[in-house]
């Protein structure tokens, strides 16, 4: 299912496995980056926050965006997320399906995640 030239994302900060292909690096002059993020079913991220915020569109599949203290909600092709800076929150595949999404960061050189703990078993299956 990963495209060829995907690679693997960071485990350390993924539950299950996940593939990211770059279409627009670091250093270029919109200092968006953007990534193609592909997750297994089942895979999330842990939960981290942005410190410029980012936009989440989907591509593929189905999964899930949650916030901190908020009810997930369900994604599909075509929908959007706006993710305000430093909200705590994750995003991934649904237990039966792929998930695609395009993951845009603004501001990339201002400041990297800040990655926090996984979603555990327990808040990932409440969600479902
Ligand atoms: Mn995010």
Redesign the pocket.
């Known amino acids: 299912m990963a495209p060829a030239s995907a690679q693997p994302a960071q485990a350390q900060y993924f539950t299950g496995t996940a593939w990211v292909k770059m279409l627009a690096n670091a250093g270029n002059a919109t200092d968006c980056t953007v990534g193609d993020v592909l997750f297994e079913p089942g895979c999330r991220?842990n939960w981290?926050?942005?410190p410029h915020g980012?936009l989440?569109v989907v591509t593929s599949g189905t999964g899930y965006y949650q916030e901190k203290g908020q009810p997930a909600r369900l994604l599909r092709p075509g929908d959007t997320v706006v993710?305000a800076p430093d909200v705590v929150?994750?995003?991934g595949a649904t237990a039966t399906d792929w998930f695609a999404h395009l993951?845009i960061n603004p501001s990339a050189s201002q400041g990297a995640?800040v990655w926090l703990e996984p979603v555990t078993d327990a808040e990932y299956q409440a969600v479902h």
């Open positions: 991220n981290h926050s942005h980012q989440l993710i929150h994750w995003h993951a995640p």
